[in-house]
């Protein structure tokens, strides 16, 4: 059992979180916007440079407060690295970037079939393929001796010094990944990626200790080990099962960030949409888990428009009135207003009665999230248990819409917004037992906004 303390850290699109806990209780955090950047050969690319010294600061001050020995990494899925022999890399490029047209053509015309890998054809460089495809033109002879790791290995590895993939960052709209098999994706293999993928080691496996640069660097022990990693709704996703309310049946885990990802698991292989961003993902165990997604976090910025956005605690009250003069006033968004994904990729976002105020806007804004989590759940054929996880689960107008939209479904709230951290833990050692809050319905009527909500997109 780990007596040291343990630090999560979360690479996620919009934000990079490092935690520390001690025996499942949380002893600090840190949090940090990443930049948007551009690599020396002149693509968009994600924040490696500014992550790490933040990661190392962040490291050096907890190591202040409490022994730490152990790190687990997890992060968003569409990000991969090749590592050179002599230690330095490629860096990863930013999924939201698109890629050039004639590259985008080619690399469409080599995806594998959604019957083989469980992924749909997803824009810029959602498909992690896709952006092997664009690397391997921009620099041949680096990716040429390159290792593959994927996001969340990255950090182990440059913690560590140990390269390494894992199932559930293989396993999410890749296309590198046949989940039947178990196995490299058709793609993968004829590509010759497949063989230059690092080693396959399971999310809860250390990978070894931290290495002499950040022991120094961090001021961390040499016994501090340093773990594989996971896909971040993954750990959303090993999280809720440990609930006794939930546990041994089938459920559906909504992980809330810049994404909002549902995951069903405990049900049986059903027939999935490709063209509405549905996909099967790769639980840590290699199980195909039927998901659907839509980027609420980035649509909510949007949407509210105004920055900063509004805390949703602490406006509960006020949120929650506004939303019901909303739901009688017919007031809606409609989406998509990130086009290219979600369940509605093709159709252009627009307001009904765009409130004037933030504080509006902030309320019509959770009857959206609401309304479109409604549609994602239906695609996946959500029953029983739907838990919500993240940090959108503390807005009391989306959960409480979806309560009232979806009667037929229990809708809890995972006990805190660490559900992600949790679940990442709890492959280390047991975390404390926690109750699920159950979300009581919005109570005015929302049949007949549902039903416009629907006409209106037809």
Wanted: aromatic share 8%; with cysteine.
């Amino acid at each position: 059992m780990q007596t040291k303390a343990v630090v999560v850290l979360d690479v996620g699109k919009t934000l990079a979180k490092l935690s520390l806990w001690s025996q499942g209780r949380l002893l600090d955090r840190r949090t940090r916007p990443n930049a948007r950047c551009v690599s020396s050969a002149g693509y968009p690319c994600l924040d490696t440079k500014g992550i790490e010294a933040w990661l190392a600061e962040g490291l050096a001050d907890f190591a202040r407060q409490a022994p730490i020995g152990a790190i687990m990494p997890v992060a968003h899925g569409a990000g991969a690295v090749l590592i050179a022999p002599d230690g330095s890399y490629l860096e990863p490029l930013d999924y939201e970037a698109a890629l050039p047209e004639a590259l985008a053509e080619s690399y469409a015309a080599q995806r594998p079939d959604f019957a083989e890998t469980g992924s749909p054809s997803l824009p810029c460089g959602l498909n992690l393929g896709a952006q092997l495809h664009w690397l391997e033109a921009v620099a041949p002879q680096r990716f040429a001796v390159g290792t593959i790791v994927t996001w969340a290995q990255f950090w182990a590895w440059r913690l560590s010094g140990v390269a390494a993939v894992e199932v559930s960052s293989l396993g999410v709209h890749t296309d590198l990944w046949n989940p039947a098999a178990a196995a490299p994706s058709s793609l993968a293999v004829a590509r010759g990626w497949a063989k230059r993928f690092a080693p396959l080691r399971r999310a809860g496996e250390a990978l070894g200790g931290v290495s002499e640069e950040w022991r120094q660097r961090a001021h961390l022990s040499a016994d501090c080990l340093v773990y594989c990693g996971l896909h971040d709704s993954n750990a959303d996703l090993l999280a809720a099962r440990t609930h006794p309310r939930v546990k041994g049946g089938e459920l559906t885990v909504v992980s809330t960030g810049t994404w909002f990802i549902s995951m069903r698991a405990g049900a049986n292989a059903i027939a999935l949409p490709p063209g509405r961003d549905c996909l099967y993902n790769s639980d840590v165990f290699g199980r195909a888990v039927p998901s659907v997604r839509f980027m609420g976090g980035r649509e909510t910025e949007l949407l509210e428009e105004t920055q900063p956005q509004l805390d949703t605690a602490i406006n509960a009250k006020a949120l929650l009135a506004r939303a019901e003069t909303l739901i009688s006033e017919g007031v809606m968004a409609l989406p998509t207003f990130q086009p290219g994904v979600g369940p509605f990729p093709d159709q252009l976002g627009r307001w009904i009665d765009r409130p004037l105020d933030q504080l509006g806007r902030r309320a019509a804004t959770g009857l959206y999230l609401a309304m479109m989590l409604d549609c994602c759940l239906d695609l996946i054929g959500a029953r029983e248990a739907v838990v919500i996880g993240g940090r959108f689960q503390s807005d009391p107008v989306f959960t409480q819409m979806l309560a009232a939209l979806r009667p037929r479904n229990a809708i809890y709230l995972a006990p805190s917004g660490d559900s992600l951290c949790l679940g990442a833990l709890s492959l280390i050692g047991p975390v404390p037992d926690s109750e699920l809050l159950k979300v009581e319905p919005l109570a005015r009527e929302t049949a007949a906004y549902k039903a416009r909500w629907s006409e209106l997109l037809s």
